[in-house]
């Protein structure tokens, strides 16, 4: 495999604000926010050469693979504790992995990518065997493509997952790569064995298109009580007055899904919108009530390699049926978190969920 594609160093600054400015608008309805922000996702299909053998978590062992060779490869400050925030600033491993808020900016730092792990109860892939996983990167960061390609190459040819009784990990083939469109499923090939080079399509998601979702997922709510169900396919670990949340509560998932997007759109995007959670999300999450709680808790735990030590990625999974007499102002933020995942660990696969009607 070759890859021709031109690996750009980016300045960004990373700007977030975790106070919502006030506003006179009247309570949010479908279509009275415009959140600016876009999301590209990537799903890579692989094969094993040689068995590789996952923990029941796949997604910290692969982000793991792939920091390491970032970091090894492309960051040449990679072992210092604290790396000067100029090399920072330049540097696109760092902006990738690693990048820090002044306290003057304030906020919670939104990586520019998540990753969606294998969803599959399989561990072990003997050669010959498949399997596939994504990589979404939002807003204006679509020059860190080509290190994620180079990086998801470089794991499969070192190997990942649990070492063999011959002291190696098991390796994999890049089979193909696709542009994929998570709420159409529209898909558009961007490199398979017969192409000599990654071609740069995308299927960029936009908040017009959430919008569309969000009105059609509406008419479905209406078909069927009002009830909408959320399947949590990852771990959603989310925490709630300094808690970890081990119920799945409407309150606190609605809170963070909001957060997230909105220091999404500061920090990758186009600037927050002008939203307050007091007036325009808060009044509508009230009014939400959990109609069957069908989740249950997943302890997991994985390797850190920023903290030098495990790291609990334990969260809800399942499904729960949620009840509210109006959904118009929470449904595209909702639509937008399937996009971003939501909550803890979503660099390493958690918070992954799909919405439906019934």
Known sequence: MTYHMELKSKMTSLQSNSQL??????????????IPLSAYHFRFTVTAETTITFHDFKGSALRGAMAGYLKRTYCPEWRAERTDPLHQAVC??????????TPEEGGDIRRPFALRPPLTTQNVFTAGESFDF????FGNQFAYLPYLVLAVRAVGEDGVGVRGENGRRGRFRIERIDAVNLLSGATQPMWTPATATVQ??????????VLQIAHALKERLQSNAMRLTIE???????????HIAKEAAFFPLMKQVV??????????????????????????????????????????TGYSSRLGREQWLGGLIGRAIYRAENWDALLPWLVWGEVVQVGKNVVKGCGVYRLSAG
């Open 259 to 300: 957060l997230r997007v909105l220091d999404l759109c500061a920090q990758h995007g186009e600037g927050r919108p002008d939203v307050m959670l007091k007036r325009d999300i808060f009044p509508a999450a009230d009014t939400v009530m959990l109609v069957a709680d069908e989740t249950r808790w997943w302890d997991v």
């Open 200 to 209: 740069v399509a995308t299927l960029p998601i936009t908040h017009e298109e």
């Open 134 to 137: 994504g990589l979404t990167l």
């Open 92 to 101: 696109p491993v760092c902006q990738l992995l690693s990048y820090e808020l």
């Open 21 to 34: 400015s006030p506003s006179g608008r009247s309570h949010a309805n479908l279509s009275s926010i415009h």
């Open 232 to 242: 949590f396919a990852t771990p959603m670990r989310l925490i709630q007055t300094g």
